[in-house]
């Protein structure tokens, strides 16, 4: 049986994080990747950490190069929330527990 393009095939299983710490890589990254394939990550309990002096900034805080990406909000919501809770479907329920605990 014909499995179809590899490319399409690859964008259905195929995810991309946004731990890149610059701007002309995040805008790169919105360009080349469909927003579907596109999950929100920052190492700001990780590794990476310190304050790039040249900016003020976490050098892991990659939510404000997400911020200033040409994109629709509707887009951005997927990367920051709804991509995820799409590719990992028990994620949904796992927040509305934990968050029920907390009421």
Do not use: W
């Amino acid at each position: 049986a014909k499995l179809g393009l590899l490319s399409d095939l690859m964008l259905k299983n195929v995810f991309f994080d946004t731990c890149v710490y610059h701007l002309p890589g995040q805008e790169l990254l919105a360009k080349v990747v469909p927003v579907d394939n596109i999950l929100f990550a920052s190492e700001m309990i990780g590794a990476v950490r310190g304050i790039d002096p040249e900016t003020g900034h976490h050098y892991d805080d990659t939510k404000r190069y997400i911020d200033q990406l040409p994109l629709s909000a509707e887009d951005k919501a997927k990367i920051f929330e709804g991509n995820a809770r799409r590719v990992y479907g028990r994620l949904s329920g796992t927040i509305e527990k934990q968050s029920a605990r907390t009421v």
